[in-house]
């Protein structure tokens, strides 16, 4: 099992900048893929970030303005979001597959309005 918990999320006006924390607890150390994931107003859940092996990947629209990382210790990964824009506006989820079975954190809300 592994349990995960997000914060950082905020109200930040369009331009602005927020960094989302995600805290992996449990048997982390079957801790493959982590990432993040979002769910706009009305919007079905999208991948943000993800994070598998050496590799990177982001979707197109937050492409050179979000930063995922992840701690030596696996038990914490980040997403740094600059550039904010109000379609950002999203419920983010922090995601992670450990030995085939996916976990999902509670959510942490981004509100990107002026």
């Known amino acids: 099992q592994v349990q995960l918990v997000e914060s950082g999320g905020d109200l930040v006006q369009p331009g602005g900048s927020l960094r989302l924390s995600c805290a992996a607890s449990?048997?982390?150390?079957?801790?493959?893929?982590m990432g993040w994931y979002r769910q706009g107003p009305g919007k079905q859940r999208e991948l943000v970030a993800i994070?598998?092996?050496?590799?990177?990947t982001y979707t197109d629209s937050v492409q050179g303005r979000f930063t995922i990382s992840r701690d030596n210790g696996k038990t914490m990964v980040y997403l740094q979001m600059n550039s904010l824009k109000p379609e950002d506006t999203a419920d983010y989820y922090c995601?992670?597959?450990?030995?085939?079975?996916?976990?999902w954190g509670q959510g942490t809300r981004v509100t990107v309005s002026s």
């Open positions: 995601y992670c597959n450990a030995r085939g079975t996916a976990y």
């Open positions: 449990g048997n982390i150390f079957s801790i493959g893929v």
């Open positions: 994070m598998s092996g050496g590799s990177t």
